[in-house]
């Protein structure tokens, strides 16, 4: 079965720090692959997506993502942590088996500290 | 880029009551829609995928007569909690397709409800 796991429940990380928020996932097929941010009581909104092509993909707000299929690994990447990154993160796979349907993962809170 | 609108964005009900909330595509058609569950600090679960013109298809767990859902036009998707109990609070997310299968999904900002 098709599942996202994201192995840290939340993160803190300085101001001005780099960051990188780990992503695998389990799909017997090329998957679609996406990183969504949720700030409290929003909605998602997409920062970036892997359909296929160049593994190293590049998103809004400065962040990036590298798609090692070796490693089913989507991890999400920014050189550079603003306080207002400060957020819920979600990792998710694009599946085609059984109809579209996009499977999230549990999400990673991060903390910015200053 | 696309554009999905939740309404109402936050809404209070009595339990035993009902509940209708409406997702539209605003300026794309969308053959597919989908309607997520979200409790507090956790991930998003999907309920069920609405095609236009066709039954809902539910995940397992879901009581299909509990939450109806409706997908009359191809910008429109109604999700309807019927008897609403306390345990019914949460944030509901819907989400549409394009036409164009792309993989993408574009979200809603979300409907808060709360059961009293």
């Known amino acids: 079965a098709q599942s996202v796991t994201q192995p840290d429940i939340h993160i803190t990380v300085s101001e001005g720090a780099s960051l990188e928020l780990r992503c695998n996932y389990s799909y017997g097929a090329t998957p679609y692959l996406f990183w969504y941010v949720q700030s409290p009581g929003q909605g998602l909104q997409l920062l970036l997506k892997?359909?296929?092509?160049?593994?190293l993909v590049q998103g809004i707000k400065g962040f990036e993502a590298e798609f090692k299929r070796s490693q089913s690994s989507f991890n999400l990447r920014k050189p550079s942590v603003h306080w207002s990154d400060a957020a819920e993160y979600f990792c998710?796979?694009?599946?085609?088996?059984?109809?579209?349907?996009?499977?999230f993962g549990a999400g990673t809170r991060l903390f910015v500290k200053a | 880029g696309a554009v999905v609108s939740q309404h109402p964005s936050r809404v209070i009900c009595k339990s035993g009551t009902s509940v209708k909330i409406e997702c539209r595509s605003l300026?794309?058609?969308?053959?597919?829609m989908f309607w997520y569950r979200q409790f507090p600090k956790q991930s998003l679960m999907l309920m069920a995928t609405?095609?236009?013109?066709?039954?809902?298809?539910?995940e397992q767990g879901v009581e299909k007569d509990k939450f109806l859902i409706n997908h009359a036009s191809l910008t429109l998707s109604t999700l309807t909690v019927t008897s609403a109990h306390p345990e019914d609070s949460s944030f509901y997310i819907c989400?549409?397709?394009?036409?164009?299968?792309?993989?993408?999904?574009?979200f809603g900002p979300g409907t808060r409800l709360t059961v009293t």
């Open positions: 609405s095609n236009e013109g066709s039954k809902a298809t539910y």
């Open positions: 998710a796979v694009g599946t085609r088996t059984g109809g579209f349907k996009t499977i």
């Open positions: 300026d794309f058609q969308a053959t597919t």
């Open positions: 989400s549409a397709r394009d036409q164009n299968w792309g993989g993408e999904q574009y």
């Open positions: 892997y359909f296929s092509g160049d593994t």
